[in-house]
């Protein structure tokens, strides 16, 4: 389904990337770019367009698999681009987003307690849950990315926090990636 979107999007454009060719898109050095992202909790595809206009500003899709929890996440980011000087094709980039996904391993435990007398014994219950729970919350991303000038690729390092709200359960979560994507 997530391909069926990527592909819609990449139709619309075509007119948008015959114009970014003319004029440049913006600074960045490409107006789409579809690849891979690598990282600390999640890893899948990343779909990232550049708006129309010359602000510098990104639309970035990610679909990914978590590895513990046994499910995936849609990520949906705006980001604010900024070419770094002296040092062409760079680009320091910003920006907020949100996310929902939906996750099948969910680790808890009891910890009872309980005693007769002066002789108290603890014990501590470790329970995995198989059942699938929906999860959802905010992200923030800063990045470095490098259009590569003679090639159509793009290579970037993100760092992702992110804050999440399952079951009524919260986290705050550290996420760090690398991304290859095929620019035009």
Same mark, same amino acid.
């Given at each position: 389904?997530?391909? !069926?979107?990527? !592909?819609?999007?990449?139709?619309?454009?075509?007119?948008?990337?015959?114009?970014?060719?003319?004029?440049?898109?913006?600074?960045?050095?490409?107006?789409?770019?579809?690849?891979?992202?690598?990282?600390?909790?999640?890893?899948?595809? #990343?779909?990232?367009?550049?708006?129309? *206009?010359?602000?510098?500003?990104?639309?970035? *899709?990610?679909? #990914? %698999?978590?590895?513990?929890?046994?499910?995936?996440? !849609?990520?949906?980011? !705006?980001?604010?681009?900024?070419?770094?000087?002296?040092?062409?094709?760079?680009?320091?980039?910003?920006?907020?987003?949100?996310?929902?996904?939906?996750?099948?391993?969910?680790? &808890?435990?009891?910890?009872?307690?309980?005693?007769?007398? %002066?002789?108290? %014994?603890?014990? #501590?219950?470790?329970?995995?849950?198989?059942?699938?729970?929906?999860? @959802?919350? @905010?992200?923030?991303?800063?990045?470095?990315? &490098?259009?590569?000038?003679?090639?159509?690729?793009?290579?970037?390092?993100?760092?992702?926090?992110?804050?999440?709200?399952?079951?009524?359960?919260?986290?705050?979560?550290?996420? @760090?990636?690398?991304?290859?994507?095929?620019?035009?």
């Amino acid at each position: 389904m997530f391909g !069926l979107a990527a !592909l819609g999007l990449l139709m619309t454009t075509e007119g948008a990337q015959a114009q970014s060719k003319k004029k440049g898109s913006a600074g960045a050095g490409y107006t789409t770019g579809i690849g891979l992202r690598g990282g600390g909790w999640s890893s899948g595809l #990343t779909v990232k367009h550049f708006l129309s *206009g010359k602000n510098n500003v990104a639309f970035e *899709g990610l679909l #990914t %698999r978590e590895y513990a929890a046994r499910g995936g996440r !849609l990520t949906l980011l !705006l980001e604010k681009h900024l070419p770094v000087s002296d040092f062409k094709g760079l680009q320091f980039y910003y920006g907020a987003g949100a996310h929902v996904g939906s996750y099948r391993r969910y680790y &808890y435990y009891y910890d009872g307690r309980y005693g007769h007398g %002066r002789a108290k %014994r603890y014990y #501590t219950i470790y329970r995995v849950d198989e059942d699938p729970r929906i999860a @959802a919350g @905010a992200d923030l991303i800063l990045g470095l990315e &490098y259009k590569m000038e003679d090639l159509p690729f793009v290579v970037g390092v993100d760092y992702k926090p992110f804050f999440e709200v399952f079951d009524g359960y919260t986290g705050f979560y550290n996420d @760090a990636a690398i991304s290859l994507r095929f620019a035009f």
